[in-house]
């Protein structure tokens, strides 16, 4: 079992930054693939980036490609996003979740434990 909690969302200009984290508790942490994935309003839900269990590759959405990074700590059981260079249409809840597998999928329902989401906009 995981229990995920996300923070770091807020209401940002568009142009600027933030850094999203998600805490996982259990000491399983380091075997889990992990995703963040976003939700905008009216929208379907939308991956963004995943890593594999160790941090050594990741994947992105072309929309953040070069824009956002994601990253973890298995020390510290975090799961972090930085994200740059943002603009509205990056306006949404974002939600990290786990995937009980050493790489990271695109497909949300390959992950099984999911955290509530921390909001994020940006304004124009």
């Known amino acids: 079992q995981v229990q995920l909690v996300e923070s770091g969302g807020g209401l940002v200009q568009a142009g600027g930054s933030l850094r999203l984290s998600c805490a996982a508790s259990?000491?399983?942490?380091?075997?889990?693939?992990m995703g963040w994935f976003r939700q905008a309003p009216g929208k379907g839900r939308e991956f963004v980036a995943a890593?594999?269990?160790?941090?050594?590759?990741?994947y992105y959405t072309d929309s953040v490609k070069g824009r956002f990074t994601i990253s973890r700590d298995n020390v510290k059981n975090m799961v972090h996003l930085q994200m740059n260079s943002l603009n509205p249409e990056d306006t949404a809840v974002y939600c990290c979740?786990?995937?009980?597998?050493?790489?990271?999928?695109?497909?949300?329902?390959?992950?099984?434990?999911w955290g509530q989401g921390t909001q994020v906009t940006v304004s124009s």
């Open positions: 979740a786990a995937r009980r597998a050493a790489y990271g999928s695109r497909i949300g329902f390959e992950y099984v434990y």
């Open positions: 259990g000491s399983t942490f380091s075997t889990y693939a």
């Open positions: 890593i594999n269990w160790s941090g050594s590759s990741t």
